[in-house]
Nanobody
Framework: QVQLVESGGGLVQAGGSLRLSCVASGATFSGYTMAWFRRAPGKEREFVAGLRWSGGFTNYADSVKGRLTISRDYAQNTVALQMNSLKPEDTAVYYC?????????????WGQGTQVTVSS
């Protein structure tokens, strides 16, 4: 059974940085697409960044390009989201997801989410 467990959220001032981590287990992820989504208060869930596990291809929402970076660690079966130059509008619950297809993946597995709050 696939499990995704996020960590690393917290409270940070605008302009600061956070690093989110997602530990994946229960499958061989070489054929998967991994991604981070977020849901801000009162808004729908939105795509943030995606990564093709095999090959390392990445894509990003326009709102985060140049500030957020998705990466993978084969040995640890982990996907990270490095978040720099954070803005108050980045405040949301961030979710790790795993699925199939690239670049338009379908996501089947979700983590429980981790809260990121950016103060102005």
């Amino acid at each position: 059974q696939v499990q995704l467990v996020e960590s690393g959220g917290g409270l940070v001032q605008a302009g600061g940085s956070l690093r989110l981590s997602c530990v994946a287990s229960g499958a061989t992820f070489s054929g998967y697409t991994m991604a981070w989504f977020r849901r801000a208060p009162g808004k729908e869930r939105e795509f943030v960044a995606g990564l093709r596990w095999s090959g390392g291809f990445t894509n990003y929402a326009d709102s985060v390009k140049g500030r957020l970076t998705i990466s993978r660690d084969y040995a640890q079966n982990t996907v990270a989201l490095q978040m720099n130059s954070l803005k108050p509008e980045d405040t949301a619950v961030y979710y790790c997801a795993a699925g199939e297809g690239w670049p338009n993946a379908k996501y089947y597995y979700w983590g429980q989410g981790t809260q990121v709050t950016v103060s102005s």
